[in-house]
């Protein structure tokens, strides 16, 4: 038994996650509603299954094999099982433990370590190689994305049925000074942005529709220039230490900057930044006010700002939208993202079925675990298509990416988009913002 053992670090994982799959009452319901478990139908990928493997793992009656490994990475953090849990166990939390307790049991392995201690935590490594691959993209894609260049994917362990968003060739950070002024004088508000990796290397025009909105609107914001990663792919991924270095880093460094809020339009950075960095660093005052000033983008606007009718351009567009899981269970938003889409002139707002379920993206879940996340994916998919739209809003990038992969694979004229983007154009099309 744990409880007779020495208590190290890897021990404390899993005494917390000792404290949650006790709660657990063994009675299925998450079978009804867990993703995987719904494609693969098997009892160790379910919330229940994983919280019997982990009972077993404390007790010692179970080794970690490969096999038990396979089942506690088949988990999308989708936080569907706890939303709907009886007895309000949390397995997901379960999950991290473990996934936390076998690398500190086995170490991170040289990729992991090369990939989550060098290239994301130095950063440089990631931008030069995102903009490197956003070239070679452009030239290998550039006579159209049925380019059978795909057919080299698979020698880098992608499908070549996929289809990736182009990368940035200019950061979103560096499109910016530190601090950008208000464009209506003295500022109100003194706003950071942490723009997540997706949003600097990807998904620029999300940053430049956020810095547009909060300017226009008599905001200063502040982009520190030495943001890194949220932590988030990292301690998805197993490595504890990785994700708290990185979540004390961003901590300590926008606390410098003397800001009343930090928005995030990004789902899983806004979690980590608003909740999973006190699984990381120790309770204080500090950590308390940092944690209260971070919102999503589209809480914060909701909150903040007032649209006048005339200030908003009419959109003949026919937009849904897809909840992010780390923004409707994660951090309870699911009204303001509609409320904004509905407010727009002309956007035909049309709910569609299932609009909470998991996409199936889970960050880098859909990178290890393709297939399923695509079937996952098809029911989106399937009810984005019979709501009959152009657009599907929504508010995390990698949702955006792998919804607007199966889209294409589907030959599907929709299009997926941040929720932010179609406010700033219609913002635009006013002459609001510029
Ligand atoms: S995790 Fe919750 S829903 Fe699933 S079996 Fe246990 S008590 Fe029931
Ligand atoms: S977090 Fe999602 S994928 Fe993981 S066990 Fe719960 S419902 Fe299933």
Redesign the pocket.
């Known amino acids: 038994m744990i409880y007779q053992k020495h208590i190290g670090p890897a021990e404390t994982h899993l005494l917390e996650a000792a404290k949650e799959f006790q709660?657990?009452?063994?009675?299925?319901?998450?079978?009804s509603v867990c993703p995987v478990f719904k494609e693969i139908g098997n009892e160790l990928y379910?919330?229940?299954g994983k919280?019997k493997l982990a009972e077993k793992i404390v007790s010692g009656d179970l080794q970690i094999t490969d096999r038990v490994k396979d089942a506690i990475n088949e988990c999308l953090n989708c936080k569907t099982?706890s939303a709907?849990?009886?007895?309000g166990?949390s397995?997901e939390h379960v999950v991290l433990r473990l996934r936390w307790y076998i690398t500190c049991k086995e170490g991170l392995g040289f990729f992991k370590a090369l990939i989550f201690r060098q290239i994301i935590w130095r950063k440089w490594p990631t931008t030069i190689g995102a903009i490197s691959v956003g070239v070679v993209h452009r030239l290998l894609f550039g006579i159209g994305p049925k380019n059978p260049a795909r057919y080299l994917f698979p020698l880098f362990g992608f499908s070549k049925r996929r289809f990736f968003p182009t990368l940035a060739l200019r950061t979103g950070q560096s499109q910016y000074p530190e601090v950008v002024p208000s464009k209506k004088g003295q500022p109100i508000k003194r706003i950071g942005y942490f723009t997540g990796c997706a949003g600097n290397l990807i998904y620029t025009n999300v940053v430049k529709s956020v810095v547009d909105i909060l300017t226009g609107y008599g905001y200063e914001v502040v982009i520190p220039k030495g943001q890194k990663c949220s932590g988030t792919p990292v301690l998805a991924n197993g490595d504890y230490d990785g994700a708290r270095m990185l979540m004390e880093h961003n901590f300590n460094l926008f606390r410098r900057y003397n800001l009343d809020a930090i928005v995030v339009a990004c789902s899983s950075c806004g979690l980590a930044l608003k909740k999973e960095i006190k699984l990381f660093m120790d309770d204080s005052e500090e950590l308390r006010q940092f944690c209260d000033k971070v919102y999503d983008i589209n809480e914060f606007i909701e909150e903040e700002i007032k649209f006048k009718e005339d200030e908003l351009g009419k959109l003949d567009y026919k937009v849904s939208y897809h909840d992010p899981c780390h923004l409707v269970r994660g951090q309870d938003i699911s009204a303001e993202p509609r409320n904004i889409l509905k407010r727009i002139p002309g956007v035909q707002f049309i709910e569609m079925k299932d609009a909470a379920v998991c996409c199936g993206s889970a960050g880098s879940y859909c990178l290890t675990h393709y297939d399923t996340s695509i079937k996952i994916n098809n029911h989106k998919v399937k009810n984005i298509q019979d709501a009959n739209v152009d657009y599907v809003a929504t508010a995390c990038p990698t949702c955006v990416m792998h919804i607007q992969d199966n889209l294409l694979q589907h030959d599907s004229l929709e299009q997926a988009k941040f929720v932010v983007e179609i406010l700033a154009d219609s913002l635009r099309v006013a002459g609001t913002i510029e």
Do not use: D, H, I, S
Request: charged residues 20%; hydrophobic residues 25%.
């Open positions: 709660k657990c009452m063994q009675c299925g319901k998450c079978r379910v919330a229940r919280n099982c709907n849990c009886p007895a166990v397995p």
